[in-house]
């Protein structure tokens, strides 16, 4: 391949890139963060757009691309928990080696109802915790939904009416017990 052509290839690789990267950074990167948190997010949001460099050929075109990307950031999101849970084995062999007791760091703790709502949501199996995020967190379609978990959007629209009622019904039980009064301190 001569040397201007290939100049020519990557000028029209980053005319589709670039706006596309432009478009959709910040909602992929809040995806990520939402999954993973501040400290794996940058990270997980520059895979996610790594992978669709590499991969731009294979990307469709116009409204589909949206859901491709979730898709793609799906799968960087899934390694990085599994790389995480590698991390989390390791360090904890090391740290029983080294010092004895672990230590709590202090968190901002939420509303009462949104910590009801997020220990009803941990409580769902992770398929139903992610329809939900992706419908509600994400704000993707049905068919966009569909697209990026590799099913029908019939199964779709039945998993995720199912998943509502787990939750609701999870929610409603943690409800009925009696609300903190204050926050719990961080043990130090």
Same mark, same amino acid.
């Given at each position: ?6 100049? =020519? ?13 432009? &478009? ?12 993973? $948190? ?11 757009? #790594? ?10 075109? $116009? ?13 960087? =999101? ?17 740290? &029983?080696?080294?010092?004895?007791? /672990?230590? *709590? ?14 220990? #009803? ?17 994400? /704000? ?17 629209? *039945? ?9 609701? =019904? ?15 301190? #961080?043990? #130090?």
């Amino acid at each position: 391949m001569s040397r201007p052509s290939t100049i =020519v290839q990557q000028a029209d690789r980053d005319q589709r890139f670039d706006p596309l990267f432009r &478009a959709h950074h910040d909602a992929i990167w809040r995806y990520c963060l939402r999954r993973l $948190g501040p400290s794996d997010a940058d990270d997980a949001a520059a895979d996610v757009f #790594a992978v669709v460099w590499r991969r731009l050929d294979e990307m469709p075109t $116009g409204e589909a691309s949206r859901a491709w990307l979730y898709g793609v950031a799906y799968r960087v =999101v899934g390694s990085h928990y599994r790389s995480r849970r590698r991390q989390t084995r390791l360090t904890a062999r090391l740290d &029983a080696s080294t010092r004895g007791e /672990g230590h *709590q760091l202090f968190e901002p703790v939420p509303s009462h109802e949104v910590q009801l709502l997020l220990r #009803a949501l941990d409580g769902l199996s992770p398929t139903d915790r992610e329809l939900l995020r992706l419908s509600v967190w994400e /704000g993707l379609t049905r068919d966009e939904i569909a697209y990026v978990l590799g099913i029908k959007v019939n199964t779709v629209d *039945q998993r995720l009416h199912r998943a509502r009622s787990r939750l609701k =019904v999870r929610f409603e039980r943690l409800g009925s017990g009696p609300a903190p009064t204050e926050p719990e301190e #961080a043990s #130090a």
